[in-house]
């Protein structure tokens, strides 16, 4: 009966397997906005089998001429799951200035999303003689301390590169950091041809002020198209050496407003996200929950956000170390600053988990915002146990379901009726064989040997076999009144050196990350729980653990 019943579920845990909806097709310019007269790549990505259609390009040829196209595709392997993604690259050059409508493209029965380009008119300033230029951009002059400029670096070349060195921006009172990949495409400027190598750089301003950006440099070595023999000197990298240098550019750089009160964090958006390992959350007295607090900022890198408060009082927290991440999206730097803490109710009460505010300031519309995560009253339940197999079983199966809320209808209710109709042959089968419900209960070991065994545990320093032993040992001690979890134990022995170590302990099993745990030092801190001769009467009711326990 068993064996069939954990078929059925292995085959429930399978159709989880079941390949998921197509994504959409993606589309992105690796530049934008960009001068009359030069080009810029268009990237179309899409993930997973069955889209190796080339894209439908016919509707960008009104507005654009199509230079050319080619094609990478990445084929990789992560927990025996295949992802394929395809993406193109498309080299488009502008008919026009002025604002560009791209339209959705087909890529196979794909779309891609309507983009937006900006063609500014074309420079004329420029030396159509020199054969290099380097030019340094910002794309805002006033910005706020500590916000983002995008410093921009673009080498102009009329004549083929055979070696060069770019250094890099030193700029004072600012941090700098490069950001996305070096671009290539082609400009017409003062009616000569040149080969553009674009770089960037996220800069933040740590003072207020004007601030300049010093001039950059550029040194090589170039073809010298005037000699017969220019090929051979790319070969034996021979050419001409030559130098570029950029002009300083200024920023003024204004100061946090009088008004704001707060740590300071200058974006473009922010949003302040919560999560559950459990969704919706449940709340059992000794049940450890984790929950997530995410602050997502554009414009800020992630060093830059602070922690967000995580406390809440009766309750237990173990806050993980922070899990940061920045990234770039072609204008703006992303950070990520994502909290875990692990929650632990100690016992049955209704308790209020406090509004989370983090003041930030609007830098597009100049202006405070506030990113607000609600206060919430949750119920802790009593404790539950859970001895049984199939209920094991059947939650995990719910738990990998939820995880994949975006598979289609027909496969979730087919896995609901499976568990609904196992659940409904457990309980008919165990009505008919009682002695099932005792079948899986642990052997009654005596305090010596639960004793030797928490030594090997303290020894092999496994935090949770130990916790398990522990509660194990107070069901011995303690039959009438068995403590529910570890800080009940630490009630009954009433020893403050023991409740310390406890605390130790329940800290390093419930932190979302592995933590270190000295079993040795659990071990000797212990010593008050042997000698508990005599189970005591209750468990305290008090917050103050008894010096002496109860003895009957």
């Not at 030092?521 to 917050?543: E, G, Q, V, Y």
Request: hydrophobic residues 45%; glycine residues 6%.
């Amino acid at each position: 009966m068993f064996s069939a019943l954990r078929l059925l579920i292995g085959l429930a845990l399978i159709s989880l397997a079941w390949p998921a909806a197509a994504e959409p097709a993606a589309a992105y310019l690796e530049r934008n906005p960009i001068q009359f007269g030069e080009t810029v790549r268009l990237v179309i990505e899409t993930a997973g089998a069955g889209n190796e259609q080339n894209p439908d390009l016919r509707s960008l040829q009104e507005e654009f001429t199509v230079l050319g196209t080619s094609t990478s595709t990445q084929i990789s392997v992560i927990n025996g799951q295949q992802t394929n993604k395809t993406q193109w690259f498309v080299e488009l050059e502008p008919k026009r200035d002025g604002v560009i409508a791209i339209p959705p493209l087909a890529v196979g029965r794909l779309k891609t999303a309507a983009l937006t380009l900006r063609v500014l008119p074309a420079v004329a300033d420029v030396d159509s003689a020199a054969d290099l230029l380097l030019e340094a951009s910002l794309d805002r002059s006033d910005p706020y301390v500590q916000s983002q400029v995008v410093l921009t670096l673009r080498l102009y070349s009329a004549v083929d590169i055979i070696e060069g060195s770019l250094a890099e921006p030193q700029i004072e009172s600012a941090l700098v950091e490069r950001v996305g990949k070096d671009t290539s495409y082609e400009s017409l400027r003062g009616g000569r041809r040149y080969r553009v190598v674009e770089r960037r750089y996220a800069v933040f301003p740590q003072s207020s002020g004007d601030l300049t950006v010093p001039a950059v440099s550029f040194v090589g070595r170039v073809a010298d198209p005037s000699k017969r023999n220019a090929a051979l000197d790319r070969l034996f990298e021979l050419g001409k050496r030559v130098r570029a240098r950029s002009k300083p550019v200024l920023m003024s750089v204004r100061p946090k407003p009088d008004d704001f009160d707060g740590v300071w964090l200058p974006a473009r958006a922010l949003t302040l996200t919560e999560s559950w390992s459990r969704d919706p959350p449940e709340f059992r007295a000794g049940e450890p929950i984790t929950r997530s607090i995410t602050l997502q900022a554009v414009g800020l890198g992630a060093a830059q956000l602070p922690d967000a408060p995580t406390a809440a009082e009766g309750l237990k927290a173990y806050p993980d170390k922070p899990l940061t991440n920045s990234g770039w999206n072609g204008e703006w730097m992303t950070g990520t600053r994502e909290q875990r803490v692990a929650i632990v109710p100690s016992e049955s009460a209704v308790v209020t988990l406090p509004e989370i505010r983090i003041p930030w300031w609007n830098v597009i519309d100049d202006r405070e915002e506030v990113a607000v995560i609600a206060a919430r009253q949750i119920a802790i339940g009593p404790a539950a146990v859970v001895s049984d197999t199939i209920a094991t079983d059947a939650a995990a199966i719910v738990a990998t379901a939820k995880a994949g809320r975006e598979q289609d209808f027909w496969r979730w209710s087919s896995i609901a009726l499976l568990i609904l109709w196992a659940t409904t042959l457990l309980i008919w089968y165990r009505s008919r064989h009682p002695k099932l419900r005792s079948a899986a209960a642990p052997e009654d070991a005596s305090i010596s040997k639960l004793r030797r065994d928490l030594d090997v545990a303290c020894r092999t320093n496994d935090s949770q076999r130990a916790a398990e032993l522990l509660l194990r040992c107070g069901a011995k001690l303690w039959p009438a009144d068995t403590p529910r979890n570890l800080g009940q134990l630490a009630l009954l022995v009433g020893d403050a050196e023991f409740t310390a170590a406890i605390e130790e302990l329940e800290a390093a099993r419930y932190r979302v990350s592995p933590a270190n745990w000295n079993g040795a030092a659990f071990w000797a801190a212990a010593a008050p729980l042997w000698r508990t001769a005599k189970p005591s009467a209750a468990i305290p009711d008090s917050a103050l653990p008894s010096l002496h326990p109860a003895s009957s």
